[in-house]
């Protein structure tokens, strides 16, 4: 029986499908997201040999899932590798965040006969309300833009 260290349906499956393509059809089954039933050698001799073959076999592991989590109570947020933000604005009580993305465009030198490339750059840029507001005659307005 073999286990993953982080159980994932996909893993699983292109481990049992590797190691069937390799060593034969029926050779791995697998059973859960964790774990993966495989036909051993009987001859113990042979066993580290299937081992060592086991170990070394390549898989493209799956993609982790996109994953934000926030605590409530603490007000903590942790969000992921994965998880991607479009261009947005958020405010709660008196502090707005904004996340945008710029592009930056880089031009090679003239006559070197390299390519133009474009960058996106995400920017996310944080404030006060009152900080906003502050140059604005009509206060009302700018709190009342900023709540929604």
Not at 15 to 41: Q, Y
Not at 121 to 144: E, F, G, H, Y
Request: proline residues 7%.
């Amino acid at each position: 029986m073999l286990n993953l260290n982080h159980p994932d349906f996909t893993t699983v499956r292109r481990v049992s499908e590797t190691i069937n393509s390799l060593l034969g059809p029926n050779m791995a089954k697998a059973v859960d997201a964790t774990s993966i039933r495989v036909r051993a050698p009987r001859d113990p001799s042979q066993r580290v040999s299937f081992l060592s073959v086991l170990e070394n076999l390549e898989v493209q592991p799956a993609q982790e899932v996109a994953k934000v989590i926030i605590n409530s109570r603490t007000g903590t947020i942790i969000i992921g590798q994965n998880v991607r933000v479009s261009p947005v604005a958020i405010t709660h009580g008196g502090m707005t965040v904004a996340i945008n993305e710029n592009i930056d465009v880089n031009q090679p030198d003239p006559l070197s006969q390299g390519e133009t490339v474009i960058t996106p750059v995400p920017v996310l840029k944080w404030m006060k309300a009152a900080d906003i507001c502050s140059s604005s005659r009509r206060v009302r307005r700018c709190r009342t833009l900023l709540s929604l």
